[in-house]
């Protein structure tokens, strides 16, 4: 029998996600694990009750493997007409993430991954613009698996009660009136910052300014994460200045990567350090142009997300937490930056910490004053 969790959290991606309609054509994507099918067939089910045409595409277990370890150049350059399809024409898509080992890949050459970042560079840009324009609508997950429990430090069950609570299909009645909530709460934040221009953060971690001229800030509410709640922009690209201490480890293909430091000078990452994997950082960081500069910076507001997990979908929505990303921007912040990545870190701001715009406090010791 299905678990009537995994259900809600199906309808609550069709229905208020991604607002599947009558022949929408939709891509069901979960790369890199099966155990994740009861979630793809739900919601497989759910776009065919909305009237949609759903395409599932799953992605077997231990093809990344092959791929990195047979191919050559071109073939890591070849980009699945597939997927690019889907990308330019596409009405809607759900990838659900959820893997079986979160260190399959981590003796892979980070030269290879980049290199296959870059060939999807144009596509991921491309995603990103039909999503800011509404023609396509997307949306991110995660099935819980016992490898993220293992990660998280929980039993696969205590593990599932956290990813439904956090999604709010647990012990809610209706999921997408708690999300609209959010959605209204958090309007009110970005209304604030709207037409500002400097903002400043400061704490035992972090000392950093940048501008948001003519940017906007954007309400995560569940449209592209889930779970979600979190506010972002993407900084004006250069004016950053200071540094910052990611207090929580990031992993990233299969690697951790802990104890992060950025030194920061006229938008660009000019110094950086890792107590642990500083090669593979460097190495992200020389991806390309735009992978030295944030792309986004964000101020997490999910309070019921308390855990920190190693899944970055999770622990960047964590309430008292600020997170940035290097690389690729999201245009509808007016964000320019363009890159082949977009990796996102996170920094404590609980304890000692404040956020000023233009002078004055609005965020302190892990909370809004405003």
């Not at 759903?54 to 070849?78: N, T, V």
């Not at 893997?99 to 999807?120: C, E, F, G, H, I």
């Amino acid at each position: 029998m299905t678990d009537p969790r995994i259900r809600k959290l199906a309808h609550l991606l069709v229905d208020y996600s991604t607002e599947v309609k009558q022949n929408d054509e939709v891509l069901i994507w979960s790369p890199g694990c099966m155990t994740s099918i009861p979630l793809l067939l739900e919601i497989y089910k759910r776009v065919l009750e909305q009237g949609g045409h759903p395409h599932i595409a799953p992605f077997l277990k231990g093809a990344d493997d092959i791929l990195y370890e047979f191919a050559s150049d071109f073939q890591i350059d070849y980009v699945s007409p597939f997927y690019k399809m889907a990308v330019d024409t596409f009405d809607a898509i759900i990838r659900v993430e959820g893997v079986d080992n979160t260190r399959s890949l981590s003796q892979v050459d980070p030269a290879k991954q980049v290199r296959q970042r870059q060939a999807y560079k144009e596509i991921q840009q491309t995603y990103l613009q039909r999503g800011d324009q509404g023609d396509l609508s997307w949306n991110v997950t995660l099935f819980p698996t016992n490898a993220l429990a293992q990660e998280a430090d929980m039993s696969l069950n205590n593990y599932e009660n956290f990813v439904y609570e956090a999604c709010h299909v647990n012990n809610s009645s209706n999921p997408i009136d708690y999300w609209k909530s959010v959605q209204t709460k958090q309007q009110k934040l970005v209304e604030w910052l709207k037409d500002h221009e400097l903002i400043e953060v400061k704490g035992p971690n972090v000392d950093l300014s940048f501008s948001i001229k003519d940017r906007t800030f954007v309400n995560a509410c569940g449209k592209h994460n889930m779970p979600d709640g979190e506010i972002f922009t993407g900084p004006v690209e250069s004016s950053t200045n200071g540094h910052v201490h990611f207090t929580y480890p990031v992993t990233v293909a299969g690697r951790e990567i802990t104890d992060i430091r950025l030194q920061f000078d006229s938008g660009q990452v000019v110094k950086a350090s890792a107590s642990k994997n500083q090669d593979y950082l460097t190495k992200i960081l020389d991806t390309d142009s735009g992978a030295r500069y944030l792309g986004e910076w964000a101020i997490g507001t999910n309070y019921g997300i308390t855990h920190h997990t190693k899944q970055i979908l999770f622990d960047e929505k964590m309430g008292g937490t600020i997170h940035m990303a290097i690389g690729s921007g999201y245009p509808l912040t007016g964000s320019k930056n363009s890159s082949a990545i977009h990796w996102d870190m996170i920094c404590d701001m609980k304890s000692d910490s404040e956020i000023k715009v233009d002078g004055e406090t609005i965020y302190k010791s892990g909370s809004f004053v405003i």
